[in-house]
């Protein structure tokens, strides 16, 4: 089992994103299906996590979740909006992974102005061994990355 976990940590930030993952047979190398549900935000109301994402932190006035039409494909991006420099948010899905086969996450992010991409991760936890594979999403405003 594979845990996806997509947001910001005590810094906060804004963010503008859309995660596409895909499976890759280590020995042949042939794409498989993308395992991840709902990878574009497409489904789902327009506050608080996407359909089939789990929401990591909690939300308030300042820590924010919200579905907008600015994707870089398809209709929809998720936007995190933290401001809260005293906890975390995202949004997090667990995937269901085998042991004999590579895995392949990519992410496509974009920095909103006035903000800060610092503090904007994708992190990859594999249970039971718990171990854990983070990112950074640092993206420059108004450029998808």
Known sequence: MAW???????R???VVLALVA???DSVS?????????????EEGTAAGPPQRWALYG????TRRLSLVDEARDGRRALLID???STGEIGVSQTVAARGELGYRASVWVRGLEASSPIGAYLQMRFIPSQQLHQ????AEPG???
Do not use: C, Y
């Open 82 to 84: 933290d401001a809260d």
């Open 29 to 41: 190398a042939q794409p498989r299906p993308n395992l991840i549900g709902n990878p574009s935000f």
């Open 12 to 14: 906060g930030g804004i």
């Open 135 to 138: 990112r950074s999403l640092a």
């Open 22 to 24: 895909g499976l890759t």
């Open 58 to 61: 909690t939300l308030t006035q």
């Open 4 to 10: 996806h976990r997509v947001g910001t940590d005590m």
């Open 143 to 145: 450029e998808w990355k």
